[in-house]
């Protein structure tokens, strides 16, 4: 009598995830592993900690492209497109060894003796942007 094929189904469970390499492992007929080498790459969700990291890097991606707009609007009249300055605003280059960020803020937000706060005229998550632009770009 020829043997009958043996059929296995596979579900994934956290409890057959291999967590050191993303790998699922799958189980065997007698409930043994088969080594993630002779498995078929099978996709697994990253661990939230990935995904936070993940979105937090791309809240600052669109956070510095949304602070470029209001730089672009705002500021490069003065400070120039390039941080570079002009006779109306200092340069800005070198800014994210100059100062930092909350430094930077609150001199944007309340102003200091070269020029006026922009409280009244931005909102709190446009002066951050801003922030966030400044100490990337230049």
Same mark, same amino acid.
């Given at each position: 009598? &020829? ?18 390499? +993303? ?12 080594? &993630? ?5 099978? &996709? ?15 809240? +600052? ?27 109306? +605003?200092?340069? #800005? #280059? ?9 430094? #930077?803020?609150?001199? #944007? ?30």
């Amino acid at each position: 009598m &020829p043997a009958s094929p043996v059929v296995a189904s596979v579900v994934a469970t956290p409890s057959t995830t291999a967590p050191s390499t +993303g790998v699922m492992k799958t189980p065997t007929r007698q409930g043994e592993e088969v080594p &993630p080498s002779a498995q078929a790459n099978v &996709p697994v969700e990253p661990p939230p900690t990935v995904i936070a990291t993940r979105i937090e890097a791309a809240s +600052g991606v669109v956070r510095i492209a949304n602070g470029g707009e209001v730089y672009g609007a705002t500021c490069a009249r003065c400070h120039g497109d390039n941080g570079v300055g002009s006779q109306q +605003g200092s340069a #800005l #280059l070198g800014a994210s060894n100059r100062w930092s960020g909350p430094t #930077l803020l609150n001199e #944007l937000t309340n102003g200091h003796a070269f020029t006026f706060g922009f409280a009244d005229k931005l909102s709190a998550d446009e002066l951050t942007n801003v922030v966030a632009y400044v100490l990337a770009s230049f």
